[in-house]
């Protein structure tokens, strides 16, 4: 199976702690704390702010869309999986760092250390992904994949709670930071040493693959891996499990970034959400996403990821389309809740699938390939929720769009057949 067995818990409990340590960057600089900030004080007014946060944003997925698949190729040729991990992480924390420093009028300087941290996050997932199949036995791979999606959740939350309590939500922030938005800056530096501090146990006491190859990285192999890629993109047809796995996660994954994009948006324009409700709102999500991950894990194991995914997606279908047509809050809290719960078991299991899919010493391929349908039509959703919103001047005819995307992954997921998926890759 590769470098470890299923009692060697170091490795387990090291690459879980990965998912603590890199959770805090997506909770804290790309969905709460440091967006929101960039949009209000670094940018001359919020409207021009968005503008320039999402054009970033953009970018960065065309970025890791372009990149991923080439450098997982690279990767697999030179055994250098791990290397790659380290380079991505040190490349995130510096440039996280780098995020504390640009003031009020800054806004390029702002958005390149972003799009440097964000791309380098993305980035590394690839090669973090690529270890999962090599952890455990192929019938234990569902449960820690979601542990590993739970466990970042739980590491995104409390690096938040210290956060608000420490710098933000305080009128003596700590080290003694001043409160004219310095102290709101700071955050980067507490996530960047989150991120350095937890990621250590990963290169601790993770080990390279022994399936891994371990040519020396040369631009021979780059062309090497860049051919082999090409080869493996033109002949999808032997992995057919794969190829319909990536186009339903591609559509369904959309769904849910429109999700998690604009229900903030969302709810403060269509519910009136305060700002305090909107935390709440964000908070209650997470925490109902890692209890979804971490319990349906064992369901994953038990009947499977394609199971899981699709009795997650009809659930979040049923959830979002009640969320979208009700005015009633109560009935919008108890669907978005559903929304949490399901939305960490879709992407804890779509990653457990792909890793049963996956050719030995190809993983980090193959999840370039998964970086590369998360990324590659990311706009389709927001675009479309845009084009609704405006054509019937309703934001609910907007997130109308999340069910259909949703409903045409479902589809897609159909024609997946598992086991035939897992012999293919030699894993069964």
């Not at 760092?97 to 958005?111: D, K, N, W």
């Not at 879709?346 to 980090?364: D, N, T, Y």
């Amino acid at each position: 199976m590769g470098s470890h067995t299923d009692g060697d818990r170091r490795a387990l409990l090291g690459w879980s702690l990965y998912d603590f340590a890199n959770s805090s960057f997506t909770t804290l600089i790309v969905t709460f704390v440091y967006s929101s900030y960039f949009t209000r004080a670094i940018a001359t007014d919020s409207v021009s702010g968005t503008m320039y946060w999402s054009r970033a944003v953009a970018i960065s997925s065309i970025c890791v869309a372009l990149l991923s698949p080439t450098l997982g190729a690279i990767a697999d040729r030179c055994g250098g999986r791990r290397a790659f991990l380290l380079g991505t992480t040190a490349l995130c924390v510096v440039a996280t760092t780098g995020l504390f420093f640009p003031t009020q009028g800054q806004i390029l300087t702002a958005l390149i250390w972003f799009v440097i941290a964000n791309v380098a996050f993305e980035i590394g997932s690839v090669f973090y992904n690529a270890f999962l199949p090599h952890l455990v036995s192929i019938d234990r791979v569902g449960r820690l994949s979601g542990i590993g999606w739970a466990v970042g959740y739980l590491g995104g939350l409390l690096c938040m709670a210290i956060a608000m309590f420490g710098f933000i939500s305080t009128d003596t922030p700590w080290f003694g930071f001043a409160t004219d938005g310095e102290h709101v800056r700071a955050v980067n530096l507490l996530v960047a040493t989150w991120f350095a501090v937890f990621s250590v146990p990963f290169f601790l006491w993770v080990k390279e693959p022994q399936s891994a190859q371990t040519s020396a990285a040369s631009w021979s192999v780059a062309a090497d891996a860049f051919r082999k890629l090409a080869d493996t993109i033109g002949h999808i047809r032997r992995y057919r499990q794969i190829a319909r796995l990536l186009v339903a996660r591609l559509l369904y994954n959309d769904g849910m970034v429109t999700v998690f994009t604009f229900g903030g948006i969302y709810v403060t324009g269509t519910l009136g959400f305060t700002f305090d409700e909107l935390m709440i709102f964000g908070l209650t999500l997470n925490i109902a996403a890692g209890i979804g991950a971490f319990l349906f894990g064992f369901f994953d194991d038990r009947y499977g990821g394609k199971r899981t995914i699709e009795v997650s997606v009809i659930g979040l279908i049923a959830a979002s389309g009640g969320a979208v047509l009700t005015q009633d809050r109560s009935l919008f809290w108890a669907a978005a809740i559903v929304i949490g719960l399901l939305s960490g078991p879709v992407q804890a299991a779509s990653r457990s699938l792909m890793a049963r899919f996956v050719p030995e010493s190809k993983e980090s391929e193959f999840f370039g390939l998964y970086a590369f349908s998360g990324k590659a039509t990311a706009f389709v959703g927001p675009l479309l929720l845009g084009i609704l919103t405006d054509l019937f001047d309703s934001q609910q005819a907007g997130m109308s769009v999340v069910v259909m995307l949703l409903l045409a992954g479902a589809l897609v997921l159909r024609g997946i057949d598992e086991t035939e998926g897992i012999r293919a890759a030699g894993r069964g």
